[in-house]
């Protein structure tokens, strides 16, 4: 689960505040005899580039500083604190200006200030090194979510492609789940069902927090629901989103998939499916082979599934013409054992009697029965998934495709109103084109799983990590298990970190690289968090010798003696990009965002899904090599109550994250104005029973611990969680107490290489 804030977490201020509609007008600044300090501000616009909802910003600039950033063009509505915090960021004395050179132990915060050309050929030096002795499987280049703009996504893999290739990184923190589940099932993701949102009648919050995390389109929800939708938030946490909700459902982390299923087996079981919608647009009634394929009319072909008519009893194409497929093999009586996909969806479902999943999940029974009901009685029934938390467990991607079947089985999906929200946004329909055209690497090279990059640096695992750059990233508030994050960044002999503050990963490098942060460089947005194409202008100067990344890495490539492609300047890549889009620079330029989504754009529209049968698949086969099972089952979690780990009696409480409206991951959080907006400590969140079984008061300093580490924070006593369950919160630096990720899971799922920061069980104690 992922709950992005409980009742009460923040000081009452800030949060659902940065929702006001797209008219709302912020009262206006006032300064001597009433003037306005404003006027006569030139002005500029850009993208928020972290991974968030990527508003688009005005920037007001008197005397060559930005004073005042505000509302920029296109938005749906005003930007948040975060976004109106980058006056701060741009301007604040914690700004990195100068290279850095490490002069003490790491971590230790002792630095000897170097000049460009000294720092840049110490990286080139490095690498060659690296490079003899290792091969370029001894570099890991790496970046994650603190950037989506284009040019300064697309330069350091240009970079790295160009010197040979390194090690990379593989998986996703966030989202490797849905990923592996609704890609093979339907064909793509990140198809977005912002436009029909408030057609909805009933709506399926699934351990995330919309009103946080979607803050910018929340209205949406809540026009829903004044147009008389249910609104079901499933999570451990009374997050803002429950507490607008119709219900919250509390649930036991990690068992999300049990839940589905018991939905699923209360819909069949009472007839409550949309069979039509299943024989026509699902492989549910296609044969599934003794070898566990799925049973072909033309081996040759290998999209011909097997189906049998009901008219005439033969296995045809389940597409041939007329066809009337049955769904279930045993209705023609076979005697040979076959099965359908349907009838294996229904048998994983057999065990999950209400009764039993309230058992396993803590949902009663008579509300899953209630759940179940409620999402197949209507076509308007959508799921809001949006990378929430429950599929950050080491069987994540089952959760996901059991969420996925239920909206398939109900005929849920396809249409307006309905279907699967995973976030989603323009590079499903706008698609930029390749700023760089890299050279192939070597296949050979090694691919670490992330969630497990510090754990196989300290083993050598493949071989030893010589040079490490990391850029838009934050390894050290994100990657799971902190203490032994610190302990890798200190064995990696030359650490490189890029970015405009001094983070909690720069603490433990032995180089820092200014870079220049948004309204001081020229780029490109087009991402799957907004409806909008935006270019972002250059505003001001970077602070002292800060510089954006493609300056930084075409100097590293002319360093390396492969630079002939990068010494261009932002508005030739952002050019390039905008080739074949139809989209041109000038009218970008002019406009400054532009919202190419199509208005009336429904996800799978009509039951068409981009697969290679052109229908829900429900059955993958390849789950098969990986010892598991084809459709979507419950395996209970090895690190959680019960489970295989045997840690109960040491950590008896299910630790899940949170995020806060005060930071996107770490990004912002270290910001004066943003702690004082809200806070600048961390909380726990833990039950009022948890607590007194502890001696733990409200606002007591606890700690949260387990054999990975300890994470300091204040409590927050409260019945707005389960019992046995607490939340703690994400991105908090280490100049602020240290991330939560020190007590984190840093297994990897066994489908789809999932990050399992939400199957880890811990205590907490008061502090001493």
Known sequence: MQAAGGLGALAGVAGLASCAPRDARAPKAS?????????????????????????????????????????????????????????????????????????????????????????????????????????NAGIVCDSHAGNFN??????????????????????????????????????????????????????????????VTMNGYFGRFEQAMERGAAMYVIDPVHSETASKATEWVPIKPTTDTALALGMLKVIVSENLHDQGF???????????????????????????????????????????EGVDPLLSAGEANRTDGGRTVFDLIVQACDEWSPAAVEAETGVPAATVERLARAFASTKRGMIIQNMGGFMRTSYGTYAVAAQNNLAVFTGNIGAAGNGVCDAGGINNHVKLSPLFDNPAVSPDLPKIPRVQFARRVLEDDPNPIEVFISSRESPMTQFPNTGLVKEALKKI??????????????????????????????DLLCNARSHLVQLSQKAVDPPGEAHDDLWIFTQLAKRMGVGADFDHDAEFFARKALEGTGIAYEQLAEEHAIDAYPPDFVPYAGGAFPTASGKAELYQAPWLKKGLEAVPSYHRAAETRGGT????????????????????????????SICSATRDHACVMINSQDAAERGIGDGDRAVVYNDRGEHRARAIVTDQIMSGVVCVENGWWEQQGGSSSYVTNDAVGHLSGEHCCNETLVNVRKEA
């Not at 893999?157 to 390194?166: D, V, Y």
């Open 278 to 320: 299943l024989k026509a647009h699902s492989t549910a009634p296609c044969l599934v082979g003794a070898d566990g394929a799925l049973e072909l009319i033309d081996p040759s072909d290998k999209g011909s599934y097997a189906v049998i008519d009901a008219r005439t009893g033969q296995r045809v194409r389940h597409d041939a």
């Open 493 to 522: 002999p030359f650490v490189v970190v890029i970015d405009s503050l001094m983070t909690s990963t720069a603490l433990y490098a032995d180089l820092v690289l200014p870079s220049a942060t948004v309204f001081e460089t020229e």
């Open 645 to 672: 780990a045997g840690l109960d009696d040491a950590y008896p409480l299910a630790a899940v994250q949170r995020k806060l409206n005060r930071s996107v991951h770490s990004t912002f959080g270290i910001l004066s």
């Open 150 to 211: 284009a040019i300064a996504g697309a330069v350091g893999p240009a970079f790295i492609a160009r010197i040979g290739g390194a090690t990379t990184l593989t998986g996703s923190l966030c989202c490797a789940a849905v990923a592996g589940a609704t890609i093979p099932m339907f064909g793509k993701r990140f198809y977005d069902t912002r436009n029909t949102i408030a057609d909805a009648e009933c709506i399926l919050v699934w351990g995330n927090n919309p009103a």
């Open 31 to 135: 300064g001597a005899a009433g003037a306005d300090p404003f006027e006569g501000a030139a002005e500029f616009f850009a993208a928020c580039p972290p991974e968030c909802q990527h508003h688009n910003l005005k920037a007001q600039v008197v005397d060559g500083k930005v004073v005042r950033v505000t509302c920029g063009a296109a938005n749906e509505s005003r930007p948040c604190m975060m976004g109106m915090s980058r006056v701060e960021w741009l301007s604040t004395d914690q700004r990195l200006t100068t290279p850095l050179k490490r002069a003490g132990e790491k971590g230790a915060g002792s630095w000897e200030p170097i000049s460009w050309d000294e720092a840049l050929d110490l990286v080139a030096d490095k690498l060659r090194d690296a490079i003899d002795r290792v091969g």
